[in-house]
């Protein structure tokens, strides 16, 4: 009776360690980066999902856990996550349940430099840099590649700041409307939250406006974004133009 019960324990404690044997070359995890380019930053967000039907555990050499590089049409690098950063030297774990994820966030300011990047699209590319997975080693660092198009700056429009959540909203902008005027309305992607509103410039100058945001609970979409949109209106025909997005809240 004890062999058949060392034997079954035996066969329950290398169950895990064989499927990853097996999965070597399809490895049971997904790793992606997720870049989203706004007007004045990217929110880079990189994604590691267990697939597997059993625990992962992974084994990092350093408290760096990844790298991010992006890159310009011209192959040269503009943005690294790990530039002037330091690092504990030190073994961390990251242990990951079946279906669950972790998730890590970068943002850049298109700053490269000193100055800002031009327009155009950019290769964002991710690096896992997990040592050991399930105590076996990982031979290949797993891999993820996004291309985003990082837009012109706004000549209207820039340095926004936004505070507040639940429907209470501040927002520190500076603007520099031609015409004497900035207009603003708030959605969530699909419905009008506040109505058209205008707000009259000074001079033609850059100039700090804030803007006081209230949205009726009721209004407030359950999932998903608040957003504010700037923009002014062309002299000639009173067409939207330099259309400036801030988003005030994800939900």
């Known amino acids: 009776m004890l062999r058949l019960l060392t034997a079954a324990a035996l066969i329950i404690f290398t169950m895990p360690l064989q499927s990853f044997e097996a999965s070597k070359k399809e490895m049971p995890f997904d790793f992606k980066v997720m870049p989203q380019a706004g007007t ?46 330091a690092f504990l030297q030190a073994i961390q774990t990251i242990a990951v349940k079946p279906d669950e994820f972790k998730v890590w966030k970068e943002q850049w300011d298109y700053r490269h430099n000193g100055k800002r990047v031009k327009e155009g699209e950019y290769i964002v590319k991710a690096r896992l840099l997990a040592s ?44 520099r409307p031609k015409n004497g005027k900035l207009w603003y309305t708030v959605e969530d992607g699909h419905n009008e939250l506040l109505p058209e509103k205008g707000v009259s410039a000074l001079s033609n100058n850059w100039e700090n406006y804030n803007i006081k945001v209230s949205i009726p609970a009721d209004k407030l979409p359950e999932n998903g974004s608040v957003i504010l949109h700037l923009y002014e209106k062309s002299h000639n025909d009173g067409h939207i133009i330099n259309s400036f997005p801030v988003i005030l809240e994800r939900r």
């Open 40 to 85: 004045e930053t990217m929110e880079i967000e990189l994604l590691l999902r267990n697939t597997a039907n059993y625990p992962l555990s992974f084994e990092f050499r350093t408290s760096q856990f990844y790298e991010v590089n992006i890159l310009n049409q011209n192959g040269e690098m503009v943005y690294s996550s790990s530039e002037g950063k």
């Open 132 to 175: 050991n997975l399930n105590g076996k080693e990982l031979e290949t660092k797993a891999e993820s590649e996004a291309s985003v198009y990082i837009p012109g700056q706004n000549p209207a429009f820039r340095h926004v700041k936004v505070t507040g959540e639940n429907g209470l909203y501040s927002v520190s902008i500076e603007g």
